[in-house]
């Protein structure tokens, strides 16, 4: 078996172009999925010439259509803006509710990027997924969690949780 093998046994061909990320059409506005944070952690952003400290958190879809798709989220919990850092608190303590709520119960001061991710990685929850245009790009951005209700467990490499094969939800189980 030579190193240019691909899994399929054949060979890969050169060609000068490829592209490893090719751009994926955004879920469908209002997609509902379980999904589960497997990143998390405090960035600096530079935008427009201003830097900007967040917690930047990545989903991934864990079961149905987009199963393995990965959305990121920016969590602007110290935004200047009053009113968008309350909300983006109070979808960070969503989020923890859904995980258990460890977080806002052992942690009174700004969470480390270890503890963000020791209560918050791989615990399935429902999101919600909107779209956000701009600059004629879209993506999907994560605009409601709710409980999974234990429908799904992630994988174990997210968590140290056993993965079991998902069960279905109807609609009528999703609370938003």
């Not at 900007?52 to 969590?75: C, M, N, Q, S, T």
């Not at 909300?87 to 509710?97: E, T």
């Not at 968590?159 to 094969?165: I, L, M, Y």
């Amino acid at each position: 078996m030579s190193f240019w093998n691909l899994s399929d046994g054949k060979t890969v061909e050169a060609q000068k172009d490829f592209d490893a990320n090719p751009a994926l059409e955004p879920m469908p506005d209002g997609t509902c999925a379980i999904s589960a944070l497997d990143s998390i952690k405090w960035e600096i952003k530079e935008f427009e010439g201003v830097s900007d400290e967040l917690i930047e958190a990545r989903w991934v879809v864990l079961d149905g259509e987009f199963k393995g798709r990965k959305v990121y989220h920016k969590i602007r919990i110290l935004d200047s803006d009053t009113k968008k850092a309350d909300k983006a608190k109070k979808m960070l303590a969503a989020i923890d509710a859904n995980a258990g709520g460890e977080l806002f119960a052992n942690v009174t001061s700004r969470p480390t990027d270890e503890q963000l991710a020791m209560y918050l990685l791989g615990k399935p929850m429902i999101t919600r997924y909107s779209v956000w245009s701009m600059n004629e790009k879209t993506g999907n951005w994560v605009s409601a969690v709710a409980p999974s209700n234990g429908a799904v467990t992630a994988p174990a490499h997210m968590s140290p949780a056993t993965h079991v094969e998902p069960s279905y939800q109807t609609e009528d189980d999703i609370p938003f």
